[in-house]
């Protein structure tokens, strides 16, 4: 490990991985010659720009070059969701007094700032500033791959994933054990608590996967955070590679232990899985956070 400056923080990451070569201006032929990255097109149609931010001036976005996911969507009562969700923000529902919840973990092999892994606890919610009805809203999302979401847990590996997630981006990031394991037969992952114990865990088959070519389906996920008490959205894309779906998914093991990540999913009363995604082979291109507006509660 090498010790570099974040902003006005310190941090260890990996000697001569790429955050330590090249500080975020990845060069996109070195990494097109490692063996586990399928492609860098999606990236080059995509120049970074060097930003400003609360770690010091960095540029975006953040490059995940090879990255493999699985979302574990549920049902869960919208008067519970509301109790968790500031009150600028609406549950998005898909039938009155429902609303959906989802469970995520992330693994990233090849990436600006090096491997981790990641787990999520988020809420689907209405698009900021939307009028339409909450089943336009819907119906769009489903359509088009994009949802908006409001994220209560969100704990990573390494410190430097936690140190630009917190104060980079907002989110509730802390550190710890977390492994993910993902491949086309079984989707698998555990996330530690303070003691080593389990605060949750996952496993189940792998859906089918089918395979796209590169850029031919992109899917978003936008997410809301306030910064220094002003409220940002931060805009996540993620181009599949190889994907798949079970609906009404029922040979899963979920466990909810003991920690942060299992009280904020027993607050929102989750009803029952409705949906697994599993991403086997993708890549991510995350944005930095830009001011948004949201309605101002009455």
């Known amino acids: 490990m090498v010790e570099v400056e974040l902003g006005d923080r310190k941090v260890a990451v990996p000697k001569g991985g790429l955050y330590d070569r090249y500080r975020m201006n990845t060069d996109l032929d070195e990494v097109d010659r490692d063996p586990r990255v399928p492609s860098v097109d999606f990236f080059r149609r995509?120049?970074?720009?060097?930003?400003?931010?609360?770690?010091?001036?960095t540029l975006t976005p953040n490059f995940y070059y090879r990255s493999s996911s699985a979302r574990i969507t549920l049902l869960a009562r919208s008067r519970a969701i509301r109790t968790r969700l500031p009150a600028e923000l609406s549950?998005?529902?898909?039938?009155?007094?429902?609303?959906?919840?989802?469970i995520m973990f992330f693994r990233y092999d090849v990436c600006d700032i090096d491997f981790y892994t990641e787990a999520a606890v988020g809420i689907a919610?209405?698009?900021?500033?939307?009028?339409?009805?909450?089943?336009?809203?819907?119906?769009?999302?489903?359509?088009n791959d994009q949802l908006d979401s409001y994220v209560l847990s969100?704990?990573?590996?390494?410190?430097?994933?936690?140190?630009?997630?917190?104060?980079?981006y907002g989110l509730p990031k802390w550190v710890t054990e977390l492994d993910v394991d993902i491949d086309?037969?079984?989707?698998?992952?555990?996330?530690?608590n303070d003691t080593g114990g389990t605060d949750l865990s996952f496993s189940a088959p792998t859906p089918s996967q089918t395979s796209h070519p590169s850029g031919r389906r992109v899917s978003t996920l936008v997410s809301y955070t306030t910064i220094n008490g002003a409220w940002h959205s931060t805009l996540s894309q993620t181009n599949m590679l190889a994907t798949g779906t079970t609906r009404l998914p029922r040979d899963i093991t979920l466990r909810i232990g003991e920690g942060r990540m299992a009280d904020d999913l027993r607050s929102l009363k989750p009803i029952k899985p409705v949906r697994l995604d599993v991403v086997t082979e993708g890549q991510i291109a995350l944005h930095m956070p830009i001011p948004t507006s949201v309605p101002t509660p009455a």
Do not use: C, Y
């Not at 995509?46 to 001036?57: A, E, L, N, R, W």
């Not at 969100?154 to 980079?168: C, E, F, K, S, W």
């Open 46 to 57: 995509m120049p970074k720009t060097k930003v400003d931010s609360p770690i010091g001036t």
């Open 154 to 168: 969100l704990p990573v590996n390494t410190d430097i994933a936690q140190i630009r997630g917190h104060d980079a």
């Open 91 to 102: 549950p998005l529902e898909v039938a009155p007094g429902l609303g959906l919840i989802s």
């Open 125 to 143: 919610v209405r698009p900021a500033r939307h009028g339409r009805l909450g089943f336009i809203d819907l119906l769009a999302a489903l359509k």
């Open 184 to 192: 086309t037969d079984r989707t698998a992952a555990r996330v530690a």
